[in-house]
């Protein structure tokens, strides 16, 4: 079973910055990627960045590309998503995904991300 809990999330204005953290745990964890993905209200949920954990490619949607940066942290299991020159658009619930082989998808209980003009 594998764990993981976003954190970084909160009210800034446009054009700050936000730095996302997904912490991952459990024995099994051996991702083969992982993902950011968002939902705004009244919107399905997005894609917004993935890193292929080894060796650390990395894809990007076309509205973040520029903006936003996926990174991990192998030792500390631990994915972040730096958000720079942040909109109203990026305003939404900000989730982290986990995909490896002969598991389930993992899925984070999600952080706000508010995005003030």
Do not use: H
Not at 7 to 31: D, E, I
Not at 54 to 67: E, F, M
Not at 79 to 95: H, I, R, S
């Amino acid at each position: 079973q594998v764990q993981l809990v976003e954190s970084g999330g909160g009210l800034v204005q446009a054009g700050g910055s936000l730095r996302l953290s997904c912490a991952a745990s459990g024995r099994t964890f051996s991702p083969y990627a992982m993902t950011w993905f968002r939902q705004a209200p009244g919107k399905e949920r997005e894609f917004v960045a993935r890193v292929v954990w080894i060796p650390g490619r990395t894809y990007y949607a076309d509205s973040v590309k520029g903006r936003f940066t996926i990174s991990r942290d192998n030792a500390k299991n631990t994915m972040y998503l730096q958000m720079n020159d942040l909109k109203p658009e990026d305003t939404a619930v900000y989730y982290c995904n986990s995909v490896q082989s002969g598991s389930p998808d993992y899925w984070g209980q999600g952080t706000q991300v508010t995005v003030s003009s």
